[in-house]
Nanobody, 123 residues
């Protein structure tokens, strides 16, 4: 069982940066692929970024490539999402998620989810 708690959301202006953090419980954090997803009002939850257990491989949604960076610290059981050059279309609730297995962006393959943190980007 893995419990996830996100933090770091808020209201920012377009062009600003924000760093989200996800704290995970459990002793086997490094065994899990960690992902970030987001959901805007009235839209499906969509993949943002993911990182392997070792931290050596990452993938990103095309919409955030070059602006967002996912990192993890297995000693602290945390995974972060650094978001730069934010746009109004990045406004959403951001969720941290965990899964065993390979790196991937399918939300259906993730077994554990946090409660989400709101990110609002004003124009």
């Amino acid at each position: 069982q893995v419990q996830l708690v996100e933090s770091g959301g808020g209201l920012v202006q377009a062009g600003d940066s924000l760093r989200l953090s996800c704290a995970a419980s459990g002793r086997t954090f490094s065994a899990y692929v960690m992902g970030w997803f987001r959901q805007a009002p009235g839209k499906e939850r969509q993949f943002v970024a993911a990182i392997t257990g070792s931290g050596t491989m990452r993938n990103y949604a095309d919409s955030v490539k070059g602006r967002f960076t996912i990192t993890r610290d297995n000693a602290k059981n945390t995974v972060d999402l650094q978001m730069n050059s934010l746009k109004p279309e990045d406004t959403a609730v951001y969720y941290c998620a965990a899964r065993l297995g390979v790196l991937g962006g399918s939300k259906d393959r993730y077994d554990y989810w946090g409660q989400g943190t709101q990110v609002t980007v004003s124009s």
